[in-house]
Nanobody, 125 residues
């Protein structure tokens, strides 16, 4: 059974940085697409970034230039480096994986088959 476990969240001041990790177990994720989503209180879950097995990436406009998604297939781990954080980045961040290796990254949450439990990121002074 696939398990995704996020870590690295916390409280940071505006302008600061955090790196989120998502450790995958249960099977290797070398050839599948993965993504990061976030959900703030009272708002729908929204796309943040996605990465294909090949390494190609996609970002939401709101985080482009500030966030970087990457993966280490030898460690079965997905990362999200977040720089220049803003209060509006405050949310619970989730990693997700698509089960079918033929599919690339997607901006739609419904396209993902496996989800982590989420990690809280709070940006506040």
């Amino acid at each position: 059974q696939v398990q995704l476990v996020e870590s690295g969240g916390g409280l940071v001041q505006p302008g600061g940085s955090l790196r989120l990790s998502c450790a995958a177990s249960g099977r290797t994720f070398t050839n599948t697409a993965m993504g990061w989503f976030r959900q703030a209180p009272g708002r729908e879950r929204e796309f943040v970034a996605a990465i294909r097995w090949s390494g190609s990436t996609d970002y939401a406009d709101s985080v482009k230039g500030r966030f970087t998604i990457s993966r280490d297939n030898t460690k079965n781990t997905l990362y999200l480096q977040m720089n220049s954080l803003k209060p509006e980045d405050t949310a619970v961040y989730y990693c997700a994986e698509r089960a079918n290796p033929n599919y690339g990254g997607s901006r739609y949450a419904n396209d993902y088959d496996y989800w982590g439990q989420g990690t809280q990121v709070t940006v506040s002074s």
